[in-house]
């Protein structure tokens, strides 16, 4: 085996603090310049450091080795805080056995029944909206994609004050998440009002999941949705004991799911809505589409496989908005990654943006062209908006199906432009959110179909 290289560190780290102004200065531009120091390279962020893997190969390699690379670090021991030990977060010893418990809700045959719902609150979403008007579209998005994911998941049983709260308390608690993996944990219990607004929007998620659970199992009936697949699933490769979900495993599962399926999806369709309003020639094309397929009628399921030029958009904008940007591991046995050398209990990130903004991957990768897809299956090592590997997202028909219906019914009815010329730019998080989104909407005139 030859030498291990030392791995660089960033530069402009600063006593004490490390690289945590540069990063809060400007996230995505500080990460985006690190592939031109190596492979890997290191961050600090005041005593703890962590390594990024810049090479597609090298991220690739990671992500298909999850017993050595596996979940943890400071950040999923925050995401445990409020999801335990889910889909998402456990640690590989228990990870085969969760996930063939939860595939069964993500199966294809369960699609047409989620779908219904989703159209439902596309349908309600897109019903909303004024001939005219300038929209905060991000949060309109937000609140019926959000619906439209609890809905499919529970179909029954969700109180409608919580289904305001909602996305209110995903939001709370994913930003909760970030900085209380950033602040000293001391800082974290104190009782200010940003930390009583994280404890209230983490119990009263729980709570109120833990309710709907119970009634789903007292009614013992398959409604359709993600719940009753999850309760009736049997995993026979495990013992007696440990063949269904208990109460509270299953209880982490749609904490975890509605934490990292809701915001990334509704996220995902602010981010076309944002390019197609920059790009009117495209957002004509879809439409010229959606009226040929549809002739008026509302989507559906079945209608997605030929709205090919929304799956283009839509491939696109994960490519240039990956929701889940940076997802981190940790080393669980001295190992080797490339030229370098790991100990046991490295800290590594991967981050799908910084891969798919290399120019070396993807031409021009700045710019958002739908067309590039056209005829071309995406790289899975080199598109990574649902990571990859055994811990590859389950969620990724369900977001994608979702996403879809929402273009597909907005679009049909509604222009967007930009209202303004202020700079529409990525809050960063857990997720990339669209700031400063506000587009005028315009009543479409009749196609001719
Ligand atoms: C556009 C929307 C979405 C994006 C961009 C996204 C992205 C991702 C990524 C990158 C991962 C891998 C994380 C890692 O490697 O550490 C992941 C995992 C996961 N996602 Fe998603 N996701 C989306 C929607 C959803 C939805 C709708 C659900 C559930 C309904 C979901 C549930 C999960 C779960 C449970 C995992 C963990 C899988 C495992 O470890 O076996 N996601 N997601």
């Not at 993500?106 to 004024?130: D, I, P």
């Not at 439209?148 to 179909?155: D, I, L």
Request: hydrophobic share 40%; glycine share 6%; charged share 20%.
């Amino acid at each position: 085996m030859s030498s291990s290289a030392v791995v660089p560190t960033a530069r402009g780290a600063l006593p004490l603090v490390g690289h945590a102004p540069a990063l809060l200065r400007d996230a995505l531009g500080f990460f985006s310049a690190l592939p031109a120091l190596g492979d890997l390279v290191r961050i600090r962020l005041g005593s703890q450091s962590m390594v990024l893997v810049c090479s597609p190969e090298l991220t690739w390699k990671l992500l298909q080795d999850d017993r050595t690379f596996d979940k943890g670090g400071h950040v999923m021991d925050r995401v445990r805080e409020i999801g335990g030990d889910g889909l998402a977060s456990c640690p590989h010893s228990q990870h085969r056995r969760q996930r063939r418990l939860c595939q069964p809700s993500f199966h294809a045959s369960r699609y047409a029944g989620y779908s219904t719902v989703m159209a439902a609150e596309a349908e309600a979403a897109a019903a909303q909206l004024r001939h005219g008007q300038t929209a905060d579209v991000h949060r309109h998005v937000m609140r019926y994609a959000s619906q439209a994911g609890v809905r499919a998941m529970f179909s029954t049983g969700v109180p409608d004050e919580y289904m305001e709260l909602f996305p209110g308390d995903v939001a709370t608690v994913l930003e909760g998440i970030v900085v209380r993996a950033v602040l000293p944990p001391v800082l974290t219990r104190l009782p200010t009002p940003g930390n009583r607004r994280y404890f209230q929007a983490r119990s009263r998620t729980r709570q109120t999941v833990s309710r709907i659970i119970a009634q789903h199992r007292a009614s013992g009936t398959d409604h359709g949705d993600l719940l009753s697949s999850l309760l009736a699933a049997t995993d026979t490769e495990s013992d007696d004991g440990s063949r269904t979900l208990s109460d509270s495993e299953a209880l982490d599962q749609v904490v975890t799911f509605l934490l990292a399926g809701t915001e990334t999806t509704a996220t995902t369709v602010s981010w076309a809505l944002h390019l197609l309003a920059q790009n009117p020639q495209i957002q004509r094309r879809v439409r010229e589409q959606i009226d040929t397929v549809l002739r008026g009628a509302a989507p559906s399921h079945d209608d997605l496989p030929r709205l090919e030029l929304i799956d283009h958009v839509i491939t696109e904008t994960l490519r240039l908005y990956p929701a889940a940007w940076l997802n981190t591991r940790i080393t669980t046995r001295d190992t080797r990654l490339g030229d370098f050398d790991l100990p046991q209990g490295t800290s590594l990130v991967y981050s799908p943006y910084v891969i798919h903004h290399r120019s070396d991957v993807y031409d021009d990768p700045e710019l958002f062209l739908p067309d590039r897809w056209h005829g071309v299956r995406p790289d899975r090592t080199t598109y990574l908006p649902f990571g990859g590997g055994a811990r590859k997202c389950i969620g990724d028909r369900f977001a994608w199906t979702e996403i879809a219906l929402f273009l597909a019914t907005l679009l049909s009815r509604w222009e967007f432009s930009p209202a303004d010329d202020r700079p529409v730019v990525p809050a960063v998080g857990l997720s990339l959110t669209p700031k400063n989104l506000r587009l005028r909407v315009t009543r479409r005139t009749a196609p001719d179909c």
